[in-house]
Structure formats: C-alpha cells, structure tokens
C-alpha cells in the first residue's frame, strides 16, 4: 500500500504509537495516508478504534515479519 507520510513507533508500546498517530495526523492535509509501522502486535486493534473514534479512514494492515503497517487517511480535521 503507498503512503504520503510514514511514522517510525518501533519499540513503542500502547498508548505510544496511537498519541504519536495523533500527533502526526494533525502535520497532514486532508486526504494524506499515514503509515504507522509499528513492533506492538495491540496496534492491529488499537488503530481500527482509533479511526472510529475520531473519524479518521483505517485503510489496513499489513504484517511483516514481526512488524506491522498500518495505513490511515486523513479525512477529517
């Protein structure tokens, strides 16, 4: 999956790689992917309730090993 802009959260652990998505959100325009990779396996589940919540386009994940990339578009402010 192509992404605009990607965020580095290896190592983090939960909440970390979601207030760091937040934050990085806010940088991005309107209609922007984000790609989050990620070492916490929480982020699979964490970041589809993220997108629910504050309205954000969860768009996938993708695992490799041990890592994951998950994309989001920016589709709200």
Not at 4 to 21: E, N, R, S
Not at 36 to 55: H, L, Q, S
């Amino acid at each position: 999956m192509n992404s605009d802009v990607k965020l580095d959260c290896f190592g983090l652990l939960c909440p970390m790689p979601i207030i760091a998505t937040a934050k990085k959100m806010k940088e991005l325009k309107m209609g922007q992917v984000l790609e989050v990779t990620a070492t916490d396996e929480g982020i699979k589940t964490d970041m589809p309730a993220w997108c629910r919540a504050t309205g954000q386009e969860f768009m996938g994940v993708e695992e490799k090993e041990g890592e994951f990339h998950v994309y989001v578009r920016k589709v709200r402010e």
